[in-house]
């Protein structure tokens, strides 16, 4: 299974439930998808991820302070991270 988030494009909007919270039958903008890949005797699914403007906009934020930094902060501070 994979999870598709796609942030920084426009997203389709619709009325219904946020997938990140518990906030239900609000507008919500289209933010990626869960993507299961077919295989033998299965087929491939593809679930759209809906998220409220707040959950959104707390994405957006998580996505900028990931690409902030590409080392991990454990890494960086010269720590070893238990295996």
């Known amino acids: 299974m994979n999870v598709h988030l796609r942030l920084d494009g426009p997203g389709s909007l619709m009325m219904g439930d946020c997938f990140r919270c518990p906030r239900r039958g609000l507008q919500t903008v289209r933010v990626g998808s869960i993507i299961s890949p077919g295989g033998p005797g299965h087929s491939d699914t ?38």
């Not at 759209?48 to 403007?53: M, T």
């Not at 959950?55 to 070893?80: D, F, K, N, T």
């Open 46 to 83: 593809e679930v759209p991820l809906y998220a409220c403007r707040a959950c959104e906009q707390a994405l957006m934020a998580q996505r900028a302070e990931a690409l902030l930094s590409l080392v991990r902060p454990y890494v960086r501070a010269g720590l070893h991270h238990p295996h």
